[in-house]
């Protein structure tokens, strides 16, 4: 499996506005689209940094994972994702290598992306996640 680049680092904070404030008055980035992920239990908001996205992350349920992350370790990088062709391909691929999977099939992400995270004990203690934009091929 070979990502074609980074497609966002996650980044869970307690307050996304003060969050979104934050790079916007500090990097002079722009907010380009808050999102929430019902399913899990979540709200997004994105930036742009040359090809890469950051995507800060509040919980909207405290035992939503997000939620849980935060309790547990603070505030900070959730996560790092890559994007991929193929992702349903590439799970079993994964797996067949002795990657953890949390997600065994794709599911539905922010920005309308298909994603899978694969287990921290599997990558060096970094939450991974990969991800296809389905709709830009």
Same mark, same amino acid.
């Given at each position: 499996?070979?990502p074609t680049h980074i497609e966002h680092i996650g980044i869970?904070?307690?307050?996304?506005?003060?969050?979104?404030?934050?790079?916007?008055?500090?990097?002079?980035?722009?907010?380009?689209a808050i999102e929430e992920v019902k399913d899990q239990k979540?709200?997004?908001?994105?930036?742009?940094? /040359?090809?890469?996205? @950051?995507?800060?992350?509040?919980?909207?349920?405290? +035992? #939503?994972?997000?939620?849980? $992350?935060?309790?547990? %370790?603070?505030?900070?990088?959730?996560?790092?994702?890559?994007?991929?062709?193929?992702?349903?391909?590439?799970?079993?691929?994964?797996?067949?290598? /002795?990657?953890?999977? @949390?997600?065994?099939?794709?599911?539905?992400?922010? +920005? #309308?992306?298909?994603?899978? $995270?694969?287990?921290? %004990?599997?990558?060096?203690?970094?939450?991974?996640?990969?991800?296809?934009?389905?709709?830009?091929?």
């Amino acid at each position: 499996m070979k990502p074609t680049h980074i497609e966002h680092i996650g980044i869970a904070v307690e307050n996304i506005e003060k969050a979104i404030e934050f790079y916007e008055n500090t990097f002079g980035l722009k907010c380009y689209a808050i999102e929430e992920v019902k399913d899990q239990k979540v709200k997004t908001a994105f930036f742009m940094v /040359g090809q890469t996205k @950051i995507e800060l992350l509040e919980s909207t349920d405290p +035992e #939503g994972p997000i939620g849980k $992350f935060i309790e547990k %370790k603070g505030e900070g990088i959730h996560h790092i994702a890559f994007a991929v062709k193929g992702i349903e391909e590439k799970l079993p691929e994964l797996e067949k290598k /002795g990657v953890r999977l @949390i997600d065994a099939n794709p599911r539905k992400g922010a +920005e #309308g992306l298909d994603i899978a $995270f694969l287990h921290p %004990k599997s990558t060096f203690g970094v939450l991974t996640e990969i991800c296809e934009n389905k709709n830009n091929k």
